[in-house]
């Protein structure tokens, strides 16, 4: 399925109750714009522009998004979520699109 283009947002709760939340930019099934919050840490902290930038120009198709986080986060430590809980996130955001 592809997402609409515009401003899609998403937010999911993961173990432990904690809440993640993306507005994401879409055009033409591209993710344009990514913004990540919620409550985790990365660390080194400004991993998560990295992160962000990672997600830019990426087709939003899940297996697409799955192996660049995967592959991200096996440099980085995260506390609070897991890979797997991002890209169900960026999912989330498209399905209600």
Do not use: W
């Amino acid at each position: 399925m592809k997402a609409k283009n515009g401003i899609l947002k998403g937010e999911i709760k993961i173990k432990g109750g904690k809440l993640l939340r993306c507005t994401i930019e879409v055009c033409d099934g591209k993710i344009k714009k990514a913004r990540i919050t919620g409550d985790f840490f990365m660390h080194p902290e400004e991993e998560i522009e990295k992160f962000e930038g990672l997600l830019e120009n990426a087709e939003y198709e899940e297996e697409e998004l799955k192996n660049k986080i995967e592959g991200f986060f096996e440099n980085v430590t995260v506390i609070g979520a897991s890979p797997s809980d991002f890209i169900k996130l960026l999912m989330q955001a498209k399905l209600k699109s």
